[in-house]
Nanobody, 119 residues
Framework: QVQLVESGGGLVQAGGSLQLSCAAS????????MGWYRRAPGKQRELVAS???????KYADSIKGRFTISRDNAKNRVYLLMNSLKPEDTAVYYC?????????????WGQGTQVTVSS
């Protein structure tokens, strides 16, 4: 069984910063791409950022230059440092990872963590 657990969400004023963390645990053979998605009220879930095992990154245009994704392969963790937060960044943020467990490769999701940015 594989589990992703997020932490670090909360309430912050516009212009502030938060760091999200996601830890993968369980029967893990290898972790491939890890990422963060978000779902704002009334909107569809969207990709925020992703990072490959070799640290190749991809960012949504709306957060480029403000958010930084990173990972610690030894600890099976992925992070999202969010700077210069805006009210429109308010959403539930979900950790996502492609994980090989035994011989099967699957996509896993965390339970989500709320980020609220006040104006």
């Amino acid at each position: 069984q594989v589990q992703l657990v997020e932490s670090g969400g909360g309430l912050v004023q516009a212009g502030g910063s938060l760091q999200l963390s996601c830890a993968a645990s369980g029967n893990i053979f290898r972790i491939y791409t890890m990422g963060w998605y978000r779902r704002a009220p009334g909107k569809q879930r969207e990709l925020v950022a992703s990072v490959t095992p070799g640290d190749s990154t991809k960012y949504a245009d709306s957060i480029k230059g403000r958010f930084t994704i990173s990972r610690d392969n030894a600890k099976n963790r992925v992070y999202l440092l969010m700077n210069s937060l805006k009210p429109e960044d308010t959403a539930v943020y979900y950790c996502n990872a492609q994980i090989q467990s035994g011989i099967s490769l699957s996509t896993y999701w965390g339970q989500g963590t709320q980020v609220t940015v006040s104006s």
